[in-house]
């Protein structure tokens, strides 16, 4: 059964590997012609984490291959190697998670007709990416009792705020209550 999962997660990343570099290619322009500082920073910082998750993908993917080819040793939890192949997923979930984020920033900001469109078609492809492997990956992750703890779940606990980026209302603002100043050790100290 995992090999069917592992041929998913392989289709699923280099699917993904293929929207970030096509995002990546959109975001070169808008940096290299930024009209300000804030605006070159802005699109450099997620250029840079998409950089990054391509570096990592270009080890898991092969990775992936190794099991698919039965090179990997078995599917256990004292196996190395299938080991660091979980890891790998479980980061690249969190990956996949951050680059659909990314792609929702970048819908705010590009109006025009043609990236719109790309844009939502990248998303609406990822989104269901995450939603596979998140899925999956918790069934892996239970099967093979590896103790992982993924330290991510906290963006999952009330709700995939994912699935609600196109409907969300601005959230109205918190009252500011002033909060009522406390002595302690070192505000008594005196100089």
């Known amino acids: 059964m995992l090999k069917d999962e592992l041929t998913e997660f392989y289709n699923i990343f280099t699917d993904t590997k293929k929207d970030i570099e096509s995002f ?17 920073l802005y699109y450099h910082h997620i250029y840079e984490e998409e950089e990054q998750r391509l570096s990592r993908l270009a080890e898991m993917i092969p990775l992936i291959e190794t099991f698919q080819a039965g090179k990997g040793g ?7 190697t299938f080991n660091r192949l979980l890891q790998e997923l479980n980061l690249e979930k969190f990956g996949l998670h951050n680059f659909v984020e990314h792609l929702d920033l970048a819908l705010f900001q590009f ?3 043609e ?14 990416s995450y939603q596979f492997v ?7 992750n239970a099967r093979f009792d590896t ?16 699935d609600h980026h196109a409907h969300a209302a601005p959230a109205a603002k918190a009252p500011i209550q002033k909060t009522k100043r406390s002595f302690t050790v070192g505000s008594l100290i005196s100089k």
Do not use: C
């Open 115 to 128: 990236r719109q469109a790309k844009l939502s078609e990248m998303r609406s492809a990822n989104h269901k």
């Open 24 to 40: 990546m290619a959109m975001l070169d322009p808008v940096i290299n012609h930024a009209n300000d500082d804030h605006e070159r």
């Open 147 to 162: 103790g992982y703890t993924d330290p991510h779940a906290h963006h999952d606990e009330h709700g995939d705020h994912l």
């Open 74 to 80: 078995d599917f256990v939890p004292s196996n190395n």
């Open 134 to 140: 998140k899925e999956k990956l918790a069934g892996i």
């Open 111 to 113: 109006k025009d007709a």
